[in-house]
């Protein structure tokens, strides 16, 4: 499956920055659409931190999706929505994989150390999704998953404490 896009006919407004792409569940595909987020976000005037932290937390959802929703399946297809806003940015994924167990989203909470003092396997990046976005919502409506995520841009984004 291709990557098609879609931007509105004016494009963003001012400080904003909107995307509508459509993906196959391939680490291809998924290194492309980051790669024009990014590039949208850039041309709605998001800032250099704010445009890496939508990268690093829409990175780990992709991937989440490519690995989990749609282990052990052919390609599947990923709709991404980009929505930028002066000081806001509104991201959506939707896929047909498998649901999140328990219809609902990781707690995100680190795990402890292993015994070498390595990082345990698993739930890291749920963390810094929860960590860099102010807003992460989950919702299975029929057969699809709709992950929405709202991360703030501007002086004030990145981490939250």
Request: glycine share 16%.
């Amino acid at each position: 499956m291709a990557l098609r896009s879609a931007m509105g006919a004016d494009g963003p407004e001012p400080g904003g920055a909107g995307l509508r792409l459509q993906i196959s569940s391939s680490a291809t595909e998924v290194r492309a659409a980051l790669g024009q987020v990014t590039e949208a976000l850039g041309r709605g005037g998001h800032d250099a931190r704010a445009r890496s932290c939508a990268e690093l937390v829409l990175a780990e959802a992709l991937n989440n999706i490519v690995e989990h929703a749609y282990a052990g399946q052919d390609l599947g297809r990923i709709t991404l929505r980009l929505q930028g806003a002066p000081g806001k940015i509104h991201l959506e994924l939707r896929d047909r994989g498998r649901p999140m167990p328990g219809l609902a989203l990781p707690e995100g909470r680190l795990k402890p150390l292993g015994h070498d003092g390595d990082l345990a396997e698993g739930g890291f990046g749920w963390y810094l999704i929860r960590r860099l976005a102010t807003e992460v919502s989950y919702r299975r409506d029929g057969r699809e998953n709709v992950l929405r995520l709202v991360l703030v841009s501007g002086p004030e984004s990145g981490e939250r404490g």
